[in-house]
């Protein structure tokens, strides 16, 4: 099977933009968790999406939303840029709440 | 509220001998699982080891095993053999489970570098 994808796995935004990332779970998962890495505050997590629905958010201002597609598809879209959203956003997949499983992460920069 | 502590921040050890990285926790469940993953400089997190805290038997993978002591929540991760390709984060998750909060808890992680 093929592995959790993500795209893209750069970008540089500005302050002030918007932006979406894409992930793809493995095939037959159809719960996608999202997390934020920073060097500061280590690995948090955002939200889970179950069957389109986001079943549990974290900790995060309004500014982060994300949704789930009926193929299992996730974006998540993060709005008005701030330069502390520089981050590696990880996305994960599992069955339904056992091993997740990980993508190579996009690396997002905001100047 | 569900926390994971990692105390050793870097680690390093020479190529083809054994380290044991620490991991500690706390949770208020009975039954639930732990994690070992591995971050190498790709970035790309994989998944070294899983233990059900309803078996006592340590968990092994090639390499990789556990020592877990529930009651002291301690969980630690014993590489074997270290190999080049081993150098990377090596972070310790909790998932809750059940209920609407399920998600994963990371430690700091712990940076372990294998020397030549």
């Known amino acids: 099977k093929a592995g959790v994808t993500q795209t893209p796995r750069y970008l540089i935004k500005t302050r002030g933009q918007q932006v979406t990332l894409s992930c793809s779970p493995i095939s037959g998962h159809r719960s996608v968790s999202w997390y934020q890495q920073t060097p500061g505050q280590g690995l948090q997590f955002l939200f889970e999406?179950?069957?389109?629905?986001?079943?549990n958010k974290g900790n995060f201002p309004g500014r982060f939303s994300g949704r789930q597609f009926s193929n299992s598809r996730s974006e998540m879209n993060v709005s008005t840029l701030e330069l502390g959203d520089s981050a590696l956003y990880l996305c994960a997949s599992s069955w339904d709440r056992g091993n997740q499983y990980f993508g190579p992460g996009t690396r997002l920069t905001v100047t | 509220a569900q926390t994971v502590t990692q105390s050793q921040p870097e680690m390093s050890v020479q190529e083809a001998e054994t380290v044991t990285l620490s991991c500690t926790y706390d949770t208020s469940e009975n039954n639930y699982y732990l994690f070992w993953y591995k971050q190498p400089p790709s970035r790309q997190m994989i998944l070294v080891i899983r233990?059900?805290?309803?078996?006592?038997q340590n968990a092994t993978e090639n390499r990789f095993s556990v020592n877990f002591q529930k009651a002291a929540k301690s969980f630690s991760l014993k590489i074997s053999d270290s190999q080049l390709g081993d150098t990377a984060m090596y972070f310790c998750a909790l998932p809750t489970s059940g209920g609407s909060n399920y998600k994963l808890t990371f430690g700091k992680g712990t940076l372990l570098t294998v020397n030549p």
């Open positions: 999406y179950f069957s389109e629905t986001q079943r």
């Open positions: 233990q059900e805290a309803y078996k006592q």
